[in-house]
């Protein structure tokens, strides 16, 4: 029996070579910080100011609180940063955006309106811009527990922030959430000698919230979840036994929505806090007799009337 051959392979900096690598050439810029041509702080004038310049797609670690379970938890935020650069301005340094995170984060990154406050403030001051935003997007864990049994388990809903300083204008913030419902449909139970089809229901709202607002006193993630699941015809369990299956099917069939009532009542909740100053709502239905889904929306701003 013929023994391996061992391949000899040449040293990793011949392979290297092989593949394309060669040697350093001479280096006649300067390597420290304070010798280097800033370009992005040239001032000329360029044409038009912009509206917004940054950096998107940063995914990184925070810690969120809830009035609900767990009221500590852990999760990976998505961050996007910008500012307006003036008509004299060329750009903007990108890697204080990132450095300011790193910065935060090391202190304690928690997504509450104080700490976003703080940010975008010390950013625009950074930046010597007039204004600069922060918006984060994130997953929110919450327990729910079954009807009957009280079996208990996470949902979750898709949640996002965002929040604006302007040098003359102040703050504004902004907060979205994506929470998902069970709808039955009012016109199958009317027309059914029995039962009635229902579907999963997406409900996408976003809010403006007075600036001044305070979430130690109010988590507007169980806010906005609350407008969402409690006009919905029955709310969406991890854990469900018999009885509770029972409960939450009769319970569906006694609550029939339409994707049109289903806005219009979230849009009746939102109306109502005192805190929110503009709102839309967005439903829309998986339907399970049909390939396509029904949608509906509405808009409001109380700032108007």
């Given at each position: ?16 070579k092989?593949?394309g ?13 304070n ?27 925070v ?7 767990p ?58 811009q ?22 208990a ?11 604006r ?9 902004k ?41 130690t ?6 806010m ?14 991890p854990?469900?036994?018999?009885p ?18 289903m806005?219009?009542?979230v849009?009746s909740?939102?109306?109502e ?25 509405i808009?409001?701003?109380?700032r108007?009337?």
């Amino acid at each position: 029996m013929n023994e391996a051959v061992k391949k000899q392979l040449p040293t990793k900096s011949e392979r290297h070579k092989l593949f394309g690598s060669v040697e350093p050439g001479p280096k006649t810029k300067p390597m420290e910080k304070n010798k280097m041509k800033d370009l992005q702080n040239t001032k000329k004038d360029f044409l038009f100011e912009l509206d917004a310049v940054g950096v998107s797609n940063v995914k990184h670690p925070v810690t969120l609180k809830s009035q609900l379970e767990p009221k500590t938890q852990t999760t990976v935020a998505q961050f996007h940063f910008a500012s307006s650069i003036s008509q004299d301005s060329k750009g903007t340094n990108m890697s204080r955006f990132t450095e300011q995170l790193h910065s935060y984060y090391q202190n304690g990154f928690t997504l509450d309106f104080a700490t976003l406050k703080s940010f975008v403030f010390d950013l625009q001051q950074r930046l010597e811009q007039k204004d600069a935003e922060l918006t984060v997007s994130f997953p929110w864990f919450f327990e729910r527990k079954a009807p009957y049994s009280e079996q208990a388990g996470l949902n979750h809903a898709d949640a996002w922030m965002r929040v604006r300083y302007h040098e003359e204008f102040g703050y504004d913030l902004k907060v979205g959430l994506t929470g998902t419902i069970t709808t039955l449909c009012p016109c199958s139970k009317e027309i059914s000698e029995y039962s009635a089809h229902n579907q999963r229901g997406n409900i996408e709202m976003e809010v403006t919230l007075q600036p001044e607002f305070d979430d130690t006193l109010y988590d507007w993630k169980h806010m906005l979840l609350e407008a969402a699941e409690s006009n919905a015809s029955a709310r969406i369990h991890p854990v469900l036994k018999r009885p509770d299956e029972k409960m939450v099917t009769e319970q569906a069939y006694e609550n029939p929505r339409f994707v049109e009532d289903m806005v219009r009542l979230v849009a009746s909740d939102l109306y109502e806090y005192e805190t929110v100053e503009q709102f839309s709502v967005k439903c829309v239905n998986e339907e399970s007799i049909h390939l396509h889904d029904a949608i509906a929306s509405i808009s409001y701003d109380k700032r108007e009337e």
